[in-house]
């Protein structure tokens, strides 16, 4: 099978078969790895699109027309993910120096702190109640900061369940803390984020 062109390989992976996908990969992800990591510099990043480049043809196998060689193909799509790569840091950098520039955080009165603090406990009462899977993702999500991709590997269960776990602890919260209590407790959240 290894001996088979891109096009015939193209025409199995059509048909599901792995093998020949995996021959695809096996036969172009050094030469492409090269190219994105030529732009990138990030062994990290390249891996991580590369996965993603391979990850997405194989979700768009019907679709894909090759004529002889697939690498055309795999190497526009590395350049339009190199090129989000950048958009997407240069996002990040516009945003901190936005963070940078903003004036310093507003001093909350000890009363409101107080108050806060109140809630911050009974929210952690009502959290500990949660459903065990529930909880850990909520933690994991709320207070750790971890991605919805990365619990979802973690706790080896599917992202819509993390989202969904995550909806369901928040609806549990604003059930059981009244509305006045969740005003007062907003601006804490937000000078805590």
């Given at each position: 099978?290894?001996?088979?062109?891109?096009?015939?390989?193209?025409?199995?992976?059509?048909?599901?078969?792995?093998?020949?996908?995996?021959?695809?990969?096996?036969?172009?992800?050094?030469?492409?790895?090269?190219?994105?990591?030529?732009?990138?510099?990030?062994e990290t990043e390249s891996e991580e699109i590369l996965q993603?480049?391979?990850?997405?043809?194989?979700?768009?196998?019907?679709?894909?027309?090759?004529?002889?060689?697939?690498?055309?193909?795999?190497?526009?799509?590395?350049?339009?993910?190199?090129?989000?790569?950048?958009?997407?840091?240069?996002?990040?950098?516009?945003?901190?120096?936005?963070?940078?520039?903003?004036?310093?955080?507003?001093?909350?009165?000890?009363?409101?702190?107080?108050?806060?603090?109140?809630?911050?406990?009974?929210?952690?009462?009502?959290?500990?109640?949660?459903?065990?899977?529930?909880?850990?993702?909520?933690?994991?999500?709320?207070?750790?900061?971890?991605?919805?991709?990365?619990?979802?590997?973690?706790?080896?269960?599917?992202?819509?369940?993390?989202?969904?776990?995550?909806?369901?602890?928040?609806?549990?919260?604003?059930?059981?803390?009244?509305?006045?209590?969740i005003i007062q407790l907003l601006p804490f959240f937000v000078f805590l984020n």
């Open positions: 099978m290894k001996k088979l062109s891109d096009e015939e390989l193209v025409t199995l992976v059509r048909q599901d078969n792995e093998r020949a996908f995996s021959i695809l990969f096996d036969r172009h992800k050094q030469i492409l790895f090269r190219h994105i990591y030529q732009r990138t510099g990030s993603n480049i391979f990850i997405s043809f194989w979700k768009n196998r019907q679709t894909i027309i090759v004529h002889d060689s697939i690498l055309p193909y795999l190497m526009g799509a590395a350049k339009k993910s190199v090129f989000a790569l950048y958009a997407k840091s240069a996002k990040e950098i516009e945003r901190h120096q936005l963070l940078q520039a903003e004036p310093e955080p507003f001093e909350y009165p000890a009363e409101d702190f107080l108050i806060a603090r109140e809630l911050e406990g009974l929210m952690e009462i009502e959290v500990q109640k949660m459903p065990s899977t529930m909880r850990q993702v909520f933690l994991l999500s709320r207070k750790e900061h971890i991605s919805i991709r990365e619990i979802a590997a973690m706790l080896s269960v599917s992202e819509q369940t993390v989202k969904n776990n995550i909806t369901l602890a928040l609806q549990h919260l604003r059930g059981k803390l009244t509305a006045k209590r």
